[in-house]
């Protein structure tokens, strides 16, 4: 009975961390619901590997990315600084920002950079 109770008592803890991911399988969860343009579960996914490793600079990336695709430029721009932090010269991230100063323009992209509490993204949106 001992024996029973043991093997069962293994098959259900095999369950249970048979579903646990990796941090790099959740990433790669992510960006493959970024790139189909689902982006509240990207969005989501990339939050928890943060919430489990929170310096990683791929997902405070493609946080900016989605941010970006939604014209939430503050955001964008925070989340792209946040991957800059995580791993600084991160070209991703250096080019996300580019991107957000062509679609702002300079002097718009300067205020928000300078004072992001001043704006928010429904002013800069088009």
Known sequence: MRIISVVLCGAVLASVLGGCVTVQQQRNDAI???????????????????????????????????????????????????????????QPALIGMEQVKADLGIEMYERLRTNPNLYSDSVVEE
Do not use: T, W
């Open 32 to 90: 493959s619901a970024y790139q189909v343009g689902d982006y509240e579960r990207s969005e989501a996914l990339f939050n928890s590997v943060l919430l489990r490793k929170p310096i990683d600079a791929a997902s405070y990336y493609y946080l900016g990315a989605i941010a970006h695709a939604k014209k939430q430029y503050v955001r964008a721009m925070q989340m792209y600084e946040q991957s800059l932090r995580a791993r600084p010269a991160y």
